[in-house]
Protein backbone atom coordinates (compact mmCIF):
# COMPACT_ATOMS: atom_id res chain seq x y z
CA UNK A 1 0.00 0.00 0.00
CA UNK A 2 1.04 3.68 -0.84
CA UNK A 3 1.47 4.57 2.76
CA UNK A 4 1.74 8.82 1.60
CA UNK A 5 -0.86 8.93 -0.25
CA UNK A 6 -3.31 6.12 1.09
CA UNK A 7 -4.12 4.27 -1.98
CA UNK A 8 -3.24 0.36 -2.68
CA UNK A 9 0.15 0.08 -5.10
CA UNK A 10 3.07 1.88 -5.85
CA UNK A 11 3.83 5.71 -4.95
CA UNK A 12 2.94 8.36 -6.85
CA UNK A 13 6.01 10.64 -8.09
CA UNK A 14 6.53 14.27 -7.91
CA UNK A 15 4.60 15.15 -11.39
CA UNK A 16 7.17 14.89 -14.84
CA UNK A 17 7.04 17.96 -16.93
CA UNK A 18 6.07 17.08 -20.18
CA UNK A 19 3.79 13.45 -18.61
CA UNK A 20 0.18 13.89 -19.06
CA UNK A 21 -0.83 12.63 -15.66
CA UNK A 22 -4.51 10.84 -15.49
CA UNK A 23 -6.17 9.93 -11.86
CA UNK A 24 -8.78 7.33 -11.94
CA UNK A 25 -10.79 6.82 -8.88
CA UNK A 26 -13.69 4.62 -7.61
CA UNK A 27 -14.58 1.65 -5.82
CA UNK A 28 -12.72 -1.74 -5.18
CA UNK A 29 -12.94 -2.44 -9.19
CA UNK A 30 -10.37 0.06 -9.93
CA UNK A 31 -8.28 0.20 -6.38
CA UNK A 32 -7.56 -3.53 -7.51
CA UNK A 33 -8.82 -5.62 -4.11
CA UNK A 34 -10.77 -7.50 -6.13
CA UNK A 35 -7.76 -8.59 -8.61
CA UNK A 36 -5.05 -8.74 -6.44
CA UNK A 37 -2.51 -8.60 -6.94
CA UNK A 38 -2.89 -4.50 -7.29
CA UNK A 39 -0.63 -4.58 -10.66
CA UNK A 40 -3.50 -6.83 -12.78
CA UNK A 41 -5.86 -4.15 -11.82
CA UNK A 42 -7.00 -2.48 -14.97
CA UNK A 43 -5.54 1.20 -14.12
CA UNK A 44 -1.93 -0.78 -14.12
CA UNK A 45 -2.65 -2.66 -17.08
CA UNK A 46 -3.64 0.53 -19.18
CA UNK A 47 -0.29 2.22 -17.80
CA UNK A 48 1.42 -0.90 -19.10
CA UNK A 49 -0.23 -0.58 -22.29
CA UNK A 50 0.10 3.48 -22.95
CA UNK A 51 4.03 2.65 -21.75
CA UNK A 52 4.33 0.21 -24.54
CA UNK A 53 3.10 2.25 -27.51
CA UNK A 54 5.82 5.30 -26.03
CA UNK A 55 2.80 7.68 -25.08
CA UNK A 56 4.08 9.85 -22.29
CA UNK A 57 1.19 9.50 -20.04
CA UNK A 58 1.26 8.82 -16.23
CA UNK A 59 -2.06 6.48 -14.74
CA UNK A 60 -2.79 6.61 -10.90
CA UNK A 61 -4.20 4.21 -9.23
CA UNK A 62 -6.71 6.48 -6.73
CA UNK A 63 -9.31 3.57 -6.28
CA UNK A 64 -10.41 2.96 -2.62
CA UNK A 65 -12.01 -0.47 -1.05
CA UNK A 66 -14.78 -0.59 1.08
CA UNK A 67 -17.95 -0.25 -0.98
CA UNK A 68 -17.33 3.33 -1.50
CA UNK A 69 -19.87 5.46 -1.87
CA UNK A 70 -20.18 8.33 -5.41
CA UNK A 71 -20.09 11.05 -2.06
CA UNK A 72 -17.49 9.66 -0.48
CA UNK A 73 -15.11 9.47 -3.73
CA UNK A 74 -16.07 12.94 -4.80
CA UNK A 75 -15.10 14.33 -1.58
CA UNK A 76 -11.94 13.11 -1.83
CA UNK A 77 -10.89 14.59 -5.43
CA UNK A 78 -10.01 18.20 -3.90
CA UNK A 79 -8.43 17.21 -0.58
CA UNK A 80 -6.16 13.36 -2.12
CA UNK A 81 -6.23 13.82 -5.83
CA UNK A 82 -5.95 17.64 -6.64
CA UNK A 83 -2.82 18.00 -4.71
CA UNK A 84 -1.55 14.93 -6.86
CA UNK A 85 -1.83 17.37 -10.33
CA UNK A 86 -3.91 15.46 -12.63
CA UNK A 87 -4.65 16.65 -16.04
CA UNK A 88 -7.31 14.47 -16.08
CA UNK A 89 -9.89 12.65 -13.22
CA UNK A 90 -11.84 9.92 -14.23
CA UNK A 91 -14.62 8.81 -11.65
CA UNK A 92 -14.77 4.74 -12.59
Given at each position: ????????????????????????T??S???G??????????????Q?????????????????????????????????????????????
Amino acid sequence: MSMEQGFLGRDFPDKSSGRFRIAVTGDSFVSGTLTMPYYTAFVEVLQKMLDSAGYRVEVLNCGVDGGARDYDIFKMIPCKIAPLQPDLISVS
